[in-house]
């Protein structure tokens, strides 16, 4: 009787620590991305295209620089990671939590956050992104596609104590924001696409190898 006391509680250790086992789940390591309470990645937890809606206030100039930020993350990891709509009809007007991933190019911006070029809202359930929104901040910023003369967004730039020619590389911009809308959080260093700060005319068009190892942990 003794023995299968024991057993029995054995039995009760045992199934405690698979219950313990299901509920909290295991930690990851960041791999420069956001994490939840948990110390897990948050991720669109798929390698299947996501839907990315362009709106039309992006302007037609800018968009190739766009394309080719998208290919950038898209060459690294060796498949589609966005599967591109430009039907506005589809989203918002303006950017909200619609259950639709949208890139916005703002004319309107919070007057305390006018030092923001971007912005990428993510929303998660669990370790699971639900949707992603993209702000480009058109009304303090200029922006270039490779011609740094041809500058389009804020018209008002003197506002800001800043001259008619300064301008921000919309590609460098949206390889970091595209970064935010995969997961990745921000990271110091001068040659990641993830660092905070983007200078006038910084052309910080290439993926940096920790930005490289941070997306194939994920997305490979
Ligand atoms: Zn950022």
Same mark, same amino acid.
């Given at each position: ?7 029995? +509680? ?130 303090? $910023? ?14 008002? +730039? ?14 460098? +911009? ?6 935010? $809308? ?39």
């Amino acid at each position: 009787m003794k023995k299968l006391g024991l057993r029995i +509680l054995i039995l009760m250790i045992a199934s405690v620590a698979l219950f313990l086992g299901a509920c909290s789940p295991t930690p990851q390591k960041d791999c420069g991305f956001v994490q939840n309470i948990y110390g897990q990645r948050i991720t669109w937890k798929t390698k299947a295209p996501v839907k990315l809606y362009i709106h039309q206030s992006v302007p037609a100039e800018l968009k190739p620089a766009l394309f080719r930020a998208i290919d950038t993350w898209e060459r690294q990891v060796g498949h589609k990671l966005f599967e591109i709509s430009e039907d506005s009809s589809q989203v918002s007007g303006s950017p909200s939590r619609d259950n639709k991933n949208a890139i916005y190019f703002l004319s309107d911006w919070e007057s305390d956050r006018s030092s923001e070029q971007g912005r990428t809202s993510v929303y998660w359930a669990g370790d699971q992104i639900q949707e992603a929104d993209i702000r480009i901040n058109g009304s303090n $910023f200029s922006y270039y596609d490779q011609d740094t003369s041809a500058l389009v967004g804020s018209s008002s +730039l003197t506002k800001r104590g800043l001259t008619e020619r300064t301008g921000y590389s919309f590609e460098a +911009l949206l390889l970091h924001e595209l970064g935010h $809308f995969l997961g990745l959080k921000h990271r110091d260093g001068s040659s990641t696409v993830m660092a905070t700060h983007l200078a006038a005319f910084n052309d910080r068009t290439q993926l940096a190898s920790v930005d490289q190892e941070s997306v194939m942990c994920e997305y490979n």
